[in-house]
């Protein structure tokens, strides 16, 4: 057997708290990772995931230190080395892609410069080399036009195509040890199947050892080989995927998968209750006692060790036995309808463009650029959810945007309840400011570092309400606690939490102005399954209790059936499928709804997701005729290419845009659906 390319042994991390005593953030930690062989990391936010990625490659958070313990790396303790010496290794065999990918990528650069930068440093190529090998990598990572990609700056790429063009950064030294944080967290369904494909199909080729951190075990089903579950800064069972995620041995695990939405399921998740212990709170026994549902008086008391079962997992359970009598799957109820016949908001033949023509343009008589989102019309009634899908670049953030007053409209109109919305925030009023709330994808980008979470929740408490002293801390607790994070939070700096801490806050600030209308650009996408699970049941309670309208964002399709009322599917800015969740889900579909629902990931060994070898993402659609000609698998012929495809009416409001029949499109994707009910 060959000597371990990563070894943790004995490893505990730590910080010192207010009282001056040592908090640990990382309990006696021992895991190995062979060449060639993935390690998948799962667990809630602030388990400890993350830090121990990290610490493998012999980097700490500021504020943490080792307090005993290893971090080998081909047998050399990473703590041990100069800073020089980790120089040369960080980022050329031992590779790392962040969960941000915004953090790892220089703004003022061009993303060719970026990754020609990567392979000057790490890949030893002729500089004459870099261009052709950057726009290989581009390619790899399946980014459309790689040329035009090469040119752009990050702000012009989407949060999928940053993502994107992180994992290519981190593969252009040619690893052999790959350490991914969240790596497809921004990722649409069909991106991400192919790049986990990619990176499987790398490690195979050159015996790359990968360490993949993630909340969507759908994803360490298909990329990993074994998996370790961490709590409160401890793995609590480890074994092979497989054995893990159909027979799991410990309730937390158990409680993590109860709480993951189905595909073939339209309930709500369960949410696993309680929070994990704040860092030295575990106490003596099992730290997952009191979220145990099978708990006993030893298990307050007693610590369990990492124990080997006979399946060839090791748990840290004392009842692992009676653990496995738990329930995995979701036993949640389906969403109420609260929804209203007054319509909130009204898109009206919306359409937006990032390219404006200067007057040298119009002078010249130049084509205007293809918008970027085009014919958009949709209504929201009060009290629904319509869920917004489709693949990075599809335009689903860019109109969210746009509703919210940050990106003016190139045509068409917006409308709140019966009123004309302006065009840009600035000349909206206080009541429509607070009545509409955008919750963005990346909270880093709307969560001020040098603000505290008291301050940046007392903004729209102040700004809104007036509210003042202690009603406003009694109001700011109150509304963290909605999220599930308590008050010794209000005094933290966004630096100071994990990615979903974070995005909690940012809902958190959101839900405080007390909005109508919210606007949900990924908001589970950087959270666990059972807070995601949590959020879902706070968004659809809000929804019951206040009417609360929301336009969903999400790249998880799962997710999406389970809290949306109805579903409109975007490709390359054109709606090409609109109608009630279990009818677009169900049949018939669009060729595009069945390339997505094929894609998806599910936390199951026995289920693959249908994928085709040569569909790549366009970057822009075709000046005419259907925007998914290129790549649908049902063509008809050239009019497909000439002609724009017309609507087609079902029942219920389902209203599907191809120039296929609605009963031939039926016909033709029956099998494929079945496949996935019976998964």
Excluded at 82 to 87: A, D, F, M, P
Excluded at 397 to 420: C, H, N
Aim: glycine residues 10%.
């Amino acid at each position: 057997m060959s000597a371990p390319m990563i070894e943790v042994r004995g490893l505990s991390v730590g910080f010192t708290g207010r009282s001056g005593a040592t908090l640990p953030v990382l309990r006696d930690i021992d895991l190995t990772v062979a060449p060639g062989e993935s390690l998948g990391l799962v667990g809630e936010s602030g388990s400890g995931k993350s830090t121990l990625a990290l610490a493998a490659m012999g980097y700490l958070k500021r504020g943490l230190r080792r307090l005993e313990g290893s971090a080998l790396y081909r047998g050399e303790d990473m703590f041990a080395k100069s800073r020089s010496e980790l120089e040369a290794v960080r980022g050329g065999k031992l590779a790392l892609i962040p969960q941000n990918s915004g953090q790892s990528l220089t703004p003022t650069l061009r993303i060719g410069a970026q990754l020609g930068e990567a392979l000057r440093l790490h890949a030893g190529l002729p500089a004459d080399r870099h261009r052709a090998r950057v726009l290989e990598l581009l390619g790899q990572v399946r980014l459309p036009d790689p040329e035009a990609i090469f040119d752009r700056f990050p702000h012009e790429l989407s949060g999928g195509q940053q993502q994107r063009a992180a994992i290519a950064m981190a593969l252009a030294g040619t690893p052999d040890a790959l350490l991914l944080d969240e790596p497809t967290t921004g990722l649409d369904v069909t991106t991400q199947a192919h790049i986990l494909e990619l990176l499987r199909e790398i490690a195979a080729e050159r015996g790359m050892a990968m360490v993949y951190v993630s909340h969507d075990l759908g994803a360490i089903v298909r990329v990993c080989d074994r998996v370790a579950v961490m709590y409160a800064g401890e793995i609590v069972l480890q074994g092979s995927v497989r054995q893990v995620l159909k027979a799991p041995a410990h309730p937390y695990a158990r409680g993590l998968l109860a709480s993951i939405p189905r595909l073939s399921d339209p309930a709500l998740p369960v949410a696993l209750g309680g929070r994990p212990p704040a860092p030295g709170q575990a106490g003596a026994g099992c730290a997952f006692v009191d979220r145990c549902a099978i708990a006993q008086p030893r298990c307050r008391t007693e610590h369990p060790a990492l124990t080997p079962l006979a399946s060839g997992d090791a748990v840290r359970c004392h009842f692992p036995a009676e653990a496995q009598t738990l329930p995995i799957a979701g036993q949640g109820t389906a969403s109420d309808d609260a929804r209203g016949e007054a319509p909130v908001l009204t898109l009206d033949d919306l359409s937006i463009s990032y390219s404006r023509p200067g007057l040298l343009d119009r002078l010249m008589g130049r084509a205007a650029a293809v918008p970027t989102v085009d014919d958009v019309a949709l209504t929201v009634r009060r009290g629904e959810t319509l869920g917004l899908v489709g693949e990075s670049g599809s335009g689903k953030s860019t109109i969210l945007k746009t509703v919210a007053g940050l990106l003016g409209a190139a045509g068409g109109e917006i409308r709140f309840e019966d009123t004309p919305l302006p065009g840009v925030v600035e000349q909206r009023r206080p009541d429509q400011l607070r009545r509409i709330q955008l919750v963005f994808q990346n909270p880093d980008d709307s969560l001020n570092p040098r603000q505290t979470v008291a301050e940046i929740l007392e903004q729209p408490l102040k700004l809104y309400f007036g509210l003042s002293g202690q009603a406003l801390l009694d109001r700011s607790t109150e509304i963290l606690e909605r999220v599930r994070l308590g008050a010794h939070y209000l005094d933290r700096l966004p630096g100071q939490l994990s990615g979903g801490e974070k995005q909690r806050v940012a809902i958190a600030r959101a839900f405080a102005a007390q909005p109508d209308l919210v606007l949900c650009d990924e908001v589970t996408s950087a959270l666990d399954v059972s807070v995601q699970a949590a959020v879902l049941d706070l968004l659809d309670e809000l929804q019951r209790t206040q009417g609360t309208t929301y336009v969903f964002v999400s790249h998880d399709l799962a997710v999406v059936r389970a809290l949306s009322d109805r579903v409109a599917v975007l490709y390359q800015g054109r709606l090409c499928e609109v109608g009630p969740s279990d009818k677009v889900y169900g049949l018939p579909s669009h060729p595009y709804t069945e390339v997505l629902l094929g894609a998806v990931l599910e936390p199951d060994p026995d289920v693959a997701p249908r994928l085709t070898a040569d569909d790549v993402v366009e970057l822009s659609p075709p000046a005419r005729g259907c925007a998914f000609q290129r790549r649908c698998p049902r063509k008809l012929g050239a009019v497909c290419e000439t002609d724009t495809p017309p609507w087609h009416m079902g029942a219920g409001g389902h209203a599907v845009r191809c120039h296929i029949d609605l009963a031939d499109l039926a016909a033709a994707q029956a099998p494929a659906q079945d496949a996935v009910k019976k998964a």
